[in-house]
């Protein structure tokens, strides 16, 4: 027992180590907003976080696992949508380095906005759900 979670806070500080897109997503919302609408960003990668969660305990990971089609779809998604806010992203005008950097005026549609991109990042992130499996399934 003692071992199986030596590796699991091995492998849980590795992954949480290396950058995936929610990390750089926090980045460039941080860079473009500031950080109190970056917070948004995270939050919503945690919702995600907490629904992958919850279908990992559920079993519905073991099921999303078990078939190939239904993973790669999956991944094909969630590449699709990173390719799609990578490209948002490097089309929008640069944010000023003046007085006003970060941004002052910061309204609710960017909070909500960048809360849903945080939260599509995590959903169609399926790294959670390989990784959360474990925990709650042993088979």
């Not at 078939?67 to 948002?88: D, E, N, P, Q």
């Not at 992203?89 to 007085?99: D, I, Y």
Request: proline letters at 6%.
């Amino acid at each position: 027992m003692i071992n199986e979670y030596l590796v699991y806070v091995i492998l849980a500080v590795t992954i949480v180590a290396i950058p995936g897109p929610a990390v750089v997503l926090t980045i460039k919302n941080t860079i473009k907003y500031g950080v109190k609408i970056s917070v948004a960003g995270i939050l919503g990668n945690f919702i995600a976080m907490v629904v992958m969660a919850t279908i990992s305990a559920f079993g519905l990971g073991a099921i999303i696992l078990a078939s190939s089609a239904l993973f790669t779809i999956m991944k094909i998604i969630g590449c699709m949508y990173l390719i799609y806010i990578g490209v948002r992203a490097w089309r929008s005008p640069l944010p000023s380095k003046g007085k006003d950097f970060p941004p002052s005026s910061q309204t609710n549609k960017e909070f909500s906005s960048v809360f849903k991109e945080g939260l599509w990042v995590g959903i169609s992130n399926p790294k959670a759900i390989v990784f959360l499996q474990p925990c709650f399934h042993n088979s």
